[in-house]
């Protein structure tokens, strides 16, 4: 687990550049234009859910993705393997009820709902709406992202690579047997985690610390419960936990930040008594 809580700071270490966004309208913190972050917003999150509908059709039929070898043999590598043994609860399917009580429920309250209640206590209700805006573009795309690579790996999820041949075509919902590869629930809330601390931070509001601070662990106890649900090795929610913080502070950090001067050096130079002196500073 201490590899979970070092993803936030990994995210933010490898991220690059994104163009600038549109400026309709512009904060000292940040900068927005409703025409493109609405659209792009819809368009990403309709994506999601017809990705989701269309499930059936668009997951791979047998595993890409196998953890096995040319005779069948299991080749899963160590630290999945340990990791499944050690964290897997007897009663997966109440892990994996409240990872997704976690994921699709808590997380996403405690992400729009503490972002809110900090910038009121900021007096700056009227950011709150735009706030909500950047965390769902954020989100969406970053769910998107994941559903592409999902269908497009094919991993076989941990209880069906677990199960006989005969018996797989039996799971409850074969269409998502190959879907384990990364995980979508992890994916989910730490870009929902890490958006709106990002966004709380670059408002400047006070309560930014508890907005990181609530996010990141309800995003931390939803990995961990979809290991003990048998869902995802982890692998999988450590690719999740990174991809989603990565996504979650690029689209406002790198996408939406005030537009600001380049750094130039001010030189003056003077006769003070006594001697020249000489001072140097840089506008950003």
């Known amino acids: 687990m201490h590899l979970l809580r070092c993803v936030a700071v990994l995210a933010a270490a490898v991220l690059s550049g994104l163009p600038a966004a549109v400026v309709a309208a512009e904060h000292d913190d940040l900068s927005y234009d409703l025409r493109v972050d609405v659209p792009v917003t819809a368009v990403a999150a309709t994506g999601w859910l017809t990705s989701e509908l269309l499930k059936s059709h668009l997951s791979a039929s047998a595993c890409r993705w196998c953890d096995r070898d040319a005779d069948g043999s299991d080749n899963l590598n160590s630290v999945d393997r340990g990791t499944r043994n050690a964290l897997r609860w007897n009663n997966t399917a109440r892990a994996n009820s409240l990872s997704n009580i976690t994921g699709f429920i808590l997380a996403p309250l405690l992400a729009l709902g503490t972002t809110t209640l900090a910038a009121g206590h900021d007096g700056a209700w009227d950011r709150a709406p735009v706030d909500g805006l950047l965390i769902a573009e954020a989100t969406a795309l970053a769910a ?141």
């Open 144 to 284: 998107d992202l994941n559903q592409i690579v999902k269908f497009a790996v094919g991993r076989e999820r941990p209880f069906v690579h677990a199960l006989a041949p005969a018996d797989k075509a039996s799971t409850a919902q074969p269409s998502d047997n190959n879907a384990s590869f990364y995980s979508g629930h992890t994916n989910l809330v730490f870009a929902l985690a890490v958006s709106s601390g990002t966004v709380a931070s670059m408002r400047g509001y006070r309560y930014a610390p508890a907005v990181w601070a609530s996010g990141l662990t309800v995003a931390l106890a939803t990995g961990w419960l979809r290991i003990a649900a048998d869902k995802h090795y982890l692998t999988d929610v450590v690719t999740g936990a990174v991809v989603g913080s990565a996504v979650g502070f690029g689209v406002p950090w790198l996408g939406h930040r005030a537009q600001q001067k380049s750094a130039v050096p001010l030189v003056s130079a003077g006769v003070a008594q006594g001697g020249l002196s000489l001072a140097a500073s840089w506008v950003w």
